[in-house]
């Protein structure tokens, strides 16, 4: 198999994953909707994967318009990861200990929000999608997610890495820049800042929700 019908087949998989969880969050109690945007910062994560289904639903007038605005932004501090969920459950059967990861929501708001509003909500990321809350972050300055939600994503998270392994990980911003495919983008970002994608050795799911997320995953493997 070429590596173009790889990707496509990858992104395939991807939306399904993507159109899956947006089913299932309609059951679930929460109060966001687009144009919510108080937990949209520079904190945003994603696999390379995602980065090129977004880049792929994007026009080149589009994608200079987002890249410019990335650019414009990369004096400003964001987060960047120091694990991927899978090599997190690792750690964790392992016995290890995580490192503290450095994600202040005072560092300010996504490079690619505009008016309150996502200019790529569409395709917007699954750590964005996956981002709930029950009540408005503005009120409790946090997403006030139940514990079934949290290993609800964690789980479709490590999916995705999966399915992507082979691939890289890290911050919103790099990752576009990263997956743009112009070099001059790629030569900006620093190579700690990306991460590898790993299999998945263990998901992370606690014993009371085994019986619910078993039959997730009966649809999503």
């Not at 991460?195 to 799911?205: E, G, H, Q, S, T």
């Amino acid at each position: 198999m070429n590596s173009n019908r790889l990707q496509q087949d990858k992104l395939a998989v991807l939306k399904k994953l993507f159109t899956h969880f947006d089913t299932l969050s309609k059951d679930i109690d929460k109060v966001c909707s687009e144009g919510c945007c108080d937990c949209c910062t520079r904190n945003v994560t994603l696999s390379s994967l995602e980065a090129k289904y977004i880049l792929s639903g994007l026009d080149i007038s589009q994608r200079d318009v987002i890249l410019t605005r990335i650019l414009n932004e990369r004096h400003k501090n964001y987060q960047i990861p120091k694990t991927t969920i899978n090599q997190m459950a690792e750690i964790c059967m392992a016995g290890g200990e995580l490192p503290e990861e450095c994600a202040d929501p005072a560092w300010g708001s996504c490079p690619l929000l505009q008016d309150k509003r996502c200019m790529i909500y569409g395709l917007r990321p699954f750590a964005c999608r996956s981002m709930v809350s029950k009540q408005e972050c503005s009120l409790s300055g946090f997403a006030d997610m139940d514990d079934y939600t949290v290993t609800l994503s964690n789980v479709f998270m490590q999916y995705i890495e999966h399915v992507d392994v082979g691939g890289y990980f890290g911050n919103l911003s790099d990752m576009l820049l990263f997956e743009s495919g112009i070099e001059k983008y790629r030569t900006t970002i620093p190579s700690k800042n990306i991460l590898l994608n790993r299999p998945i050795a263990m998901l992370m799911v606690t014993p009371e929700h085994r019986d619910k997320i078993a039959k997730v995953l009966d649809v999503i493997k």
